[in-house]
């Protein structure tokens, strides 16, 4: 094949890989945010970073949902979870204090995420 023919192929063949990405927007992927009351960290990103983050994964299709629970020490507490996301839960057995963020698509956890510095190298991106 000559070079012009493989760039083309080439094109076509991202193109369609890049398909996936697009149909899980469809899909209703979004970030869930676990914070707790009494979590400092979680108080520090809200105001640096919270507002910035939503309308970048807003203008990337992605959706957002927070949620607080009582207290970092039991971030498991079955009635601080909506009955909806108690799967996301169940899913991370080991899950301790917060900030959590988890990418979801559909019922499909993507990627789970504990603390602010991981946030910046795993989750961040995705609202740029």
Same mark, same amino acid.
């Given at each position: 094949?000559?070079?012009?023919? *493989?760039?083309?192929?080439? /094109?076509? +063949?991202? #193109? =369609? *890989?890049? *398909?996936?990405?697009?149909?899980?927007?469809? &899909? #209703?992927?979004? +970030?869930?945010? +676990?914070?707790?009351?009494?979590?400092?960290?979680?108080?520090?990103?809200?105001?640096?970073?919270?507002?910035?983050? =939503?309308?970048?994964?807003?203008?990337?299709?992605?959706?957002?949902?927070?949620?607080? +629970?009582?207290?970092?020490? &039991? =971030?498991?507490?079955?009635? &601080?979870?909506?009955?909806? !996301?108690?799967?996301?839960? &169940?899913?991370? $057995? /080991?899950?301790?204090?917060? $900030?959590?963020?988890?990418?979801?698509?559909?019922?499909? !956890?993507?990627?789970? !995420?504990?603390?602010?510095?991981?946030?910046?190298?795993? !989750?961040?991106?995705? /609202?740029?």
């Amino acid at each position: 094949m000559r070079r012009r023919e *493989l760039l083309t192929l080439g /094109a076509g +063949v991202a #193109g =369609v *890989l890049a *398909l996936p990405a697009t149909r899980a927007k469809a &899909d #209703g992927r979004m +970030v869930l945010y +676990v914070s707790a009351r009494d979590c400092h960290y979680c108080r520090e990103w809200e105001q640096y970073h919270r507002e910035t983050f =939503v309308q970048g994964l807003s203008k990337n299709g992605i959706g957002w949902r927070e949620l607080e +629970v009582t207290t970092l020490h &039991d =971030v498991k507490r079955d009635s &601080d979870w909506p009955a909806e !996301i108690k799967w996301v839960r &169940d899913a991370n $057995p /080991a899950m301790k204090g917060t $900030p959590w963020f988890f990418v979801i698509n559909g019922r499909t !956890i993507e990627k789970a !995420i504990f603390g602010t510095v991981r946030w910046q190298t795993a !989750i961040a991106p995705l /609202a740029v």
